[in-house]
């Protein structure tokens, strides 16, 4: 039997870029300073994302497109 960690789905940042319409860079940048998301971390250092990590960046890129400044919107919870 697998572990949970073993079951998760985890995408790469370029993936998550392409599912969400959101810039690799911008990505990086929302992560480094407003810590919209924290995504884990493989063996090579890559970034590895969450279905809800690119639930969450979809719904922040769709209130940006919007005219919401992520700045201001980062810290909101979805829940």
């Known amino acids: 039997m697998k572990s949970p960690s073993e ?3 985890f995408f790469e940042i370029s ?3 392409r599912l969400t319409g ?6 990086r940048v929302w992560e480094k300073r407003h810590g919209v998301v ?5 063996e ?3 970034r590895l994302y969450t279905p809800d990590d690119i639930q969450r960046l979809t719904l922040l890129k769709a209130l940006v497109d ?8 980062a810290g909101l919870t979805t829940s």
């Open 15 to 17: 993936a998550v870029s």
């Open 66 to 73: 919007r005219g919401h400044g992520i700045g201001t919107i």
């Open 7 to 9: 079951e998760e789905q």
């Open 38 to 42: 924290e995504p884990k971390r493989s």
């Open 44 to 46: 090579t250092k890559r």
């Open 22 to 27: 959101v810039s690799t860079p911008n990505i």
